[in-house]
T-cell receptor, first 114, second 113 residues
Framework: GPKVLQIPSHQIIDMGQMVTLNCDPV?????FYWYKQILGQQMEFLVN????????KSKLFKDQFSVERPDGSYFTLKIQPTALEDSAVYFC????????????FGEGSKLTVL | GDSVIQMQGQVTLSENDFLFINCTYS??????LFWYVQYSGEGPQLLLQ?????NKGSSRGFEATYDKGTTSFHLQKTSVQEIDSAVYYC????????????FGKGTHLHVLP
């Protein structure tokens, strides 16, 4: 089936540094998402991105977070600066339609902030 | 606010047992409802979805009925197998705010051989 690829699979950084998580969504999909999952807990919605804009974001999407998809390439989540509580697995997802379309998830990027 | 409630954090069954995972939702709109399954080390993948109230979705022996009256979308399977061991998430997308898909806390199913 359709695949969403995430790079890197695991990244370890020091608190205060910047990190960029990359997502290659399914090719004909138009809606992109990031979710955050702390170990053993539920997946929390961070942000939805469509047509170059953030359409919806949660309170977890702090000012230090940003998303973009320059020139139709990777959909990225940037955290600058990182904090200890940003340690989690970040899942990227994409969908073709907005109101009923299923989400296709990547395998996640595990971020460890020391 | 919108929410999806899964009360069971963990379910342990033996092979061929009947599975029932509870899910209720809360929203003012008319959501599309989903069950996602997440195997260890992988991202969630869609198990089934239902768009219209009172309809039933089914896949791989799993089924769930969209009950608008009780705002429930319980997941059932007649006979579970060890390979069904995974975390199951109930989720919804409200059509009036379609940009957000909300997940429940997940139910970890452990099937003993």
């Amino acid at each position: 089936g359709p695949k969403v690829l995430q790079i890197p699979s695991h990244q370890i950084i020091d608190m205060g540094q910047m990190v960029t998580l990359n997502c290659d969504p399914v090719s004909n999909h138009l809606y992109f998402y990031w979710y955050k999952q702390i170990l053993g807990q539920q997946m929390e919605f961070l942000v939805n991105f469509y047509n170059g804009k953030v359409m919806e974001k949660s309170k977890l999407f702090k000012d230090q977070f940003s998303v973009e998809r320059p020139d139709g390439s990777y959909f990225t989540l940037k955290i600058q600066p990182t904090a200890l509580e940003d340690s989690a697995v970040y899942f990227c997802a994409s969908s073709r339609r907005s109101n009923t379309g299923q989400l296709y998830f990547g395998e996640g990027s595990k971020l460890t902030v020391l | 606010g919108d929410s999806v409630i899964q009360m069971q954090g963990q379910v342990t069954l033996s092979e061929n047992d009947f599975l029932f995972i509870n899910c209720t939702y809360s929203t003012t709109g008319y959501p599309t409802l989903f069950w996602y399954v997440q195997y260890s080390g992988e991202g969630p993948q869609l198990l089934l979805q239902v768009t219209t109230a009172n309809n039933k979705g089914s896949s791989r022996g799993f089924e769930a009925t969209y009950d608008k009256g009780t705002t429930s979308f319980h997941l059932q399977k007649t006979s579970v197998q060890e390979i069904d061991s995974a975390v199951y998430y109930c989720a919804m997308r409200d059509r009036t705010n379609a940009y957000k898909v909300i997940f429940g806390k997940g139910t970890h199913l452990h099937v003993l051989p």
